[in-house]
């Protein structure tokens, strides 16, 4: 899975029409991830399952050392509203969760399953629920 985006990104950066976005189409179809060629994913990013109904934003930037659980989604807010997520390096996302709007996730910050994060959250801090809301912050 993270081969077929590797290369879309590739000929996306080196402005291939049409053929990243058909990598990007048999990506969805062999593991049910939408990971547009446009995103930029750093080294060592995990998509659990591989990946399996991870939705990701074309303009989503995706750092390094990143665990996404299943079922996540890291996108836009809608029409009208541009922008999409930030995620520094060493984020974990659980199961389910939605990153939505053009908000920063800190480094090291754990997302919890489930969860709807609407605002920015700040580095090495735990966040869970519907909305998203602090509840701890580890060491450095």
């Known amino acids: 899975m993270i081969y077929i985006y590797r290369l879309a990104n590739l000929l996306f950066r080196l402005r291939i029409p049409t053929l990243p976005w058909i990598l990007k189409i048999i990506n969805r179809v062999l593991f049910s991830v939408s990971l547009p060629p446009s995103v930029q994913v750093g080294k060592n990013v995990t998509f659990g399952y591989q990946g399996l109904g991870i939705v990701v934003h074309k303009n989503a930037r995706l750092g390094s050392n990143i665990i996404i659980s299943p079922n996540v989604v890291i996108g836009g807010k809608g029409k009208g509203q541009p922008g999409a997520p930030v995620i520094e390096d060493g984020v974990v996302i659980g199961a389910g969760a939605c990153v939505l709007g053009p908000i920063r996730i800190g480094r090291g910050a754990v997302i ?25 912050q580890k060491a450095n």
Do not use: F, K
């Open 112 to 136: 919890g399953a489930n969860s709807v994060v609407l605002t920015n959250v700040a580095p090495h801090t735990t966040v869970v629920g519907i909305p998203a809301r602090e509840i701890g």
